[in-house]
């Protein structure tokens, strides 16, 4: 419960919140990059906040769950795909779902992996969920390769707006963040940093 009250609290204005954060330059790539993903059929995304980055994707695919751990977050986006038919959105823990096994063609993880609390465990969901070959899409904040006053203002920024870290942030790199895909029996197809001041790794692999 700590975890879903401590993203709750954010609910109404979690997109603008974290575009101050990281800088909607930054936003904006890791966005342009989601949209270009096509052929992505029924999909499964995990901690769709408030759906900036489920809107990203409508167009790629055929069926969107967007699922959240916050009851809140859930609700703000279900008023956003209000009257959209291809979005259903569900509350759902992305450690342990209730979805059957090779339902999803794509999984979406978009700012999710540095910040839960078990990522293994949301790695092993994603293949028991995903059919042969099914593709995953990872884009998580990182500070690889930022200068050291660009990580200062960016840790000044996030405590400004959310408080203090979470608990259970993992702090990933690129190199760090493909091998730990692939140890969870992924092909990595593409990984990338994208950013200027600040950075996001973008990442796609398929189920091995």
Same mark, same amino acid.
């Given at each position: 419960?700590?975890?879903? $009250?401590?993203?709750?609290?954010? @609910?109404?204005?979690?997109? @603008? ?17 989601l +949209?270009?993903? &096509? ?23 055929? $069926? ?6 916050? +009851? /809140? ?12 038919? &291809? ?6 823990d ?21 910040? !839960?609390?078990?990522? /293994?465990?949301?790695l &092993?969901?994603?293949y ?9 899409? !990872?884009?998580?904040f990182?500070?690889? @390769?930022?200068k ?9 920024r ?9 608990? @259970?942030r ?8 493909i091998?730990?895909v +692939? ?5 990595? /197809? $593409? ?7 600040t ?10």
């Amino acid at each position: 419960m700590e975890k879903e $009250k401590y993203w709750s609290r954010f @609910s109404k204005d979690f997109n @603008s919140k974290q575009e101050y954060v990281v800088g909607k330059e930054l936003t904006n790539m890791i966005k342009a990059k989601l +949209e270009n993903q &096509k052929n992505l059929g029924n999909v499964l995304e995990f901690a769709c906040g408030n759906g900036a980055y489920t809107d990203c994707i409508v167009k790629g695919a055929a $069926k969107i769950t967007a699922t959240d751990y916050s +009851e /809140q977050m859930v609700e703000e986006t279900k008023k956003v795909f209000y009257g959209n038919n &291809k979005v259903s959105v569900e509350k759902a823990d992305c450690h342990k779902t209730d979805y059957a096994d090779e339902s999803f063609d794509t999984i979406l993880m978009a700012n999710l992996i540095h910040v !839960i609390d078990q990522p /293994q465990d949301v790695l &092993k969901e994603s293949y028991r969920l995903l059919k042969p070959e099914g593709v995953i899409l !990872i884009t998580c904040f990182t500070i690889d @390769s930022m200068k050291l006053f660009d990580k200062l203002g960016l840790v000044y920024r996030f405590k400004k707006t959310f408080g203090k870290f979470p608990k @259970s942030r993992t702090p990933f790199t690129l190199k760090s963040l493909i091998e730990f895909v +692939e140890t969870h029996n992924f092909m990595v /197809q $593409k990984a990338e940093l994208i950013g200027v001041k600040t950075k996001s790794i973008f990442l796609r692999a398929t189920k091995n």
